[in-house]
């Protein structure tokens, strides 16, 4: 998958409890995206990055975070867990702007109870 | 907000046929895009079509643009068993931004 690595691959997790995935990539790519997926909706936008400490919010952001220190890690934190978290999870990468011709990662199942 | 919508939100065909699904999305932009997932895995990249122009192939995918309709459609000829999955078209928002529509699943009957 393009170097790009997520962990954990399957979580589950209860109400209240802080979560943090991972998304790794070796492509030293500038982009960096994280979506949800669910049944009827497609992709929906968490948060992105277009650098190092440079991120900003996208259309589901409540109740997610997100950082980026270094260009290879962006890291999705869940503050407080709810069931409606309860999604796969998928980060993307890109070289150039605008979403082109993302690289996605092999996604992580998020169950929260 | 969803941008992009596929139709139709499934499709079953046999193996050699072709297969066709369509996107509409509701503003202007530079390019959209067709991914690919296959059960269980991330999305694959397949197609990038700009919007200056109307139609753009990549081995048995034939991608179409229609700005003035603001629709796309995706062609798979000759499928086989290994197509099946769910397709997505993917249009840019803004400058880091792309949206995704909801697929369409894609059934290849041997």
């Known amino acids: 998958d393009a170097g790009i690595t997520q962990s954990p691959r399957h979580k589950v997790t209860e109400t209240g409890t802080p979560v943090t995935l991972r998304c790794h990539q070796t492509?030293?790519?500038?982009?960096m995206y994280w979506y949800r997926q669910d049944p009827g909706h497609g992709l929906r936008l968490i948060h992105y990055s277009y650098g190092v400490k440079d991120t900003d919010k996208g259309e589901v952001s409540d109740g997610y975070s997100v950082s980026r220190s270094k260009t290879e890690d962006f890291l999705l934190t869940l503050e407080s867990a709810t069931s409606s978290q309860t999604s796969v999870y998928f980060c993307a990468i890109s070289e150039e702007p605008g979403g082109e011709k993302l690289f996605f990662g092999s996604g992580t199942q998020l169950s929260v109870l | 907000s969803q941008q992009g919508e596929e139709d139709p939100q499934a499709l079953s065909i046999q193996e050699g046929e072709n297969a066709t699904m369509n996107c509409s999305y509701k503003?202007?932009?530079?390019?959209l895009q067709w991914y690919r997932q296959n059960s269980g895995r991330g999305l694959v990249h397949l197609i990038l079509?700009?919007?200056?122009?109307r139609e753009k192939h990549s081995g048995r995918l034939r991608v179409t643009l229609d700005t003035s309709k603001k629709s796309s459609s995706l062609l798979i000829t000759a499928s086989r068993a290994a197509d099946t999955a769910s397709y997505f078209c993917?249009?840019?928002?803004?400058?880091?931004?792309?949206?995704f529509g909801a697929g369409t699943t894609v059934t290849v009957r041997a």
């Open positions: 503003t202007s932009i530079n390019n």
């Open positions: 079509i700009r919007s200056n122009e």
């Open positions: 492509e030293n790519h500038r982009y």
């Open positions: 993917a249009t840019d928002e803004d400058d880091y931004k792309l949206s």
